[in-house]
Structure formats: structure tokens, C-alpha cells
């Protein structure tokens, strides 16, 4: 029986517990018998992943930030995300294009109308109709404070390129979620993130359970 792919983004500021789920997430989906696709952005292909260090390591200005991260993205798009979907697998992808309007556009202030030009140039032409807008079927957002995430990220680890920035800078990305989720409420599903593991993970399986994608309680708890 043929399956219809499923294509899953995860978004949040810097530490607000993303990665701490999305395996789980990805076990649950096996154990179901899908196959998974467990990629990120920046990232997921060799050339996007070479963009990814430059990115998250030299200095440069927003356009070039946010070029770098769209040529990734239609690489990544081409080469893993379009041939899975295709297949009918499940694409998890720890971040995508609400990133670029998040941190270039509400975090370093870029104007979001080129940015809007690019994720239409970038996102059309590589599903089965050409005119259609790849987009993930489901955003799940881990909505967090900045300053909780930057006291989680104080024991984690040696801060990139933009988890050196400063509070404000992250308060600023973090709206931009915002904004985006309240653009499209249909596509995201905001998960409270300032909570211990075990209650941020019984929010996601509420989240795939009510679309029929999981049965609910069905992954291991990460605590
Ligand atoms: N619910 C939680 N309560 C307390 N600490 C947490 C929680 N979830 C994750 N952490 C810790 O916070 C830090 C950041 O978590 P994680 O790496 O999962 O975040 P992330 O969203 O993937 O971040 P990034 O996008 O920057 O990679 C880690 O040290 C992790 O152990
Ligand atoms: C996709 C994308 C990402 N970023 C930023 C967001 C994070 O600070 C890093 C990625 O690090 P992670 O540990 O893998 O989350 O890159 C961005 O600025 N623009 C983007 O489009």
C-alpha cells in the first residue's frame, strides 16, 4: 500500500529542547513502521552542510545569512526532502524556512519581503505540481522564554555564532516565531517547552495523536 509522505518541521529559539525530542519522535514513527528521514537546517545534504559551517561560523551580513541558508534549503529540498516524501516516508527536519524569518528576519531585522520572494523562488518547482509551495504539513514550535533557554544553554555548551548573541537578540527571534505561527495557525502546533521533559513530550504526543499520525502514549518517554 502506497503512503503519503509526511514532511515535520521543528522550530524555537536556541535551547528550547528540540533535539532533546525529535529522536524519540522519529522512534515512535518506526515503531509504527514508517520509514523516517531525520534531517536538519542548515543542512542535510554535503554541499548544505559546508553552507551550515560557514553560516554558523563566519561573520556576515543578514542577506548573505539568509542566501546561504535558502541555497542549502533547495539543495536539501532536491536531493532528500522531495525524494522522501516521495517515497511516502516521514520527514523530521529540526528546522526549516521559518528560521530564516525568525533569526534573519526578526532577529537581525531584514526586511521579511525578499525573504518572502526567496521561500517562493526556492520552494516551488521541486514537488509533483511545479506551482505548489513546499511547505512542512506541521510546524511544531517549542515556545520558550529567551532567558530560560539562555540558562539552559549556559551547562549545555560551547555557544556558535548566534547562541553568543545577546537576550534581546533572542527575545526579537522568538517573537518572529510568533509572528509566523500566528500567520499560520493551521500548519503550526505550539508546544509549551518551559516544562520538564516528560510534560514538553506528553504535549507532542497529544499534538500527532489528534492528526491520527501516532497512536497517543505510542514513543519512549526521553526523561
Ligand atoms: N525540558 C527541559 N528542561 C530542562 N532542560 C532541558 C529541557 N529540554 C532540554 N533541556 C536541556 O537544554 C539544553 C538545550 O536542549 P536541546 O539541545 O534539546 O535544544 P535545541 O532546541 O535542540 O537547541 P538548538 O536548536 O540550539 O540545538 C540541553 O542541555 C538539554 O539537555
Ligand atoms: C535554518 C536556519 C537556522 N539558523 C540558525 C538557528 C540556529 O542558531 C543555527 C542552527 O543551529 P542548531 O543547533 O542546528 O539549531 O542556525 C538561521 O539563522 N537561519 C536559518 O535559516
Aim: aromatic share 8%.
Amino acid at each position: 500500500m502506497s503512503r503519503t509522505g509526511l514532511f515535520i518541521s521543528f522550530e524555537g529559539i536556541d535551547g528550547a529542547g528540540k533535539s532533546s525530542h525529535i529522536k524519540a519522535l522519529a522512534d515512535a514513527f518506526s515503531a509504527q513502521g514508517r520509514e523516517v528521514v531525520l534531517t536538519r537546517e542548515p543542512g542535510g545534504t554535503p554541499l548544505a552542510e559546508k553552507l551550515r559551517a560557514l553560516l554558523l561560523g563566519d561573520a556576515m551580513d543578514p542577506l548573505t545569512e539568509a542566501l546561504l541558508a535558502f541555497a542549502g534549503r533547495r539543495d536539501h529540498l532536491v536531493q532528500v526532502i522531495e525524494p522522501a516524501l516521495a517515497r511516502g516516508d516521514v520527514v523530521l527536519c529540526d528546522r526549516f524556512t521559518d528560521a530564516t524569518f525568525a533569526y534573519q528576519g526578526a532577529g537581525r531585522g531584514f526586511d521579511r519581503a525578499p525573504l518572502a520572494q526567496l521561500e517562493r523562488l526556492v520552494q516551488t518547482g521541486v514537488a509533483p505540481d511545479p506551482a505548489q509551495l513546499r511547505e512542512p504539513d506541521l510546524t511544531v514550535w517549542f515556545d520558550l522564554p529567551a532567558e530560560v533557554a539562555a540558562e539552559r544553554l549556559s551547562h549545555a555548551r560551547l555557544p556558535d555564532r548566534f547562541e553568543a548573541q545577546p537576550l534581546e537578540f533572542f527575545r526579537r527571534v522568538a517573537q518572529g516565531y510568533a509572528d509566523r505561527a500566528g500567520a499560520a495557525p493551521q500548519r503550526f502546533a505550539r508546544i509549551d517547552a518551559n516544562h520538564a521533559r516528560a510534560l514538553v513530550w506528553q504535549q507532542l504526543e497529544a499534538v500527532f495523536a489528534q492528526r491520527g499520525w501516532l497512536p497517543a502514549a505510542a514513543g519512549q518517554d526521553p526523561q
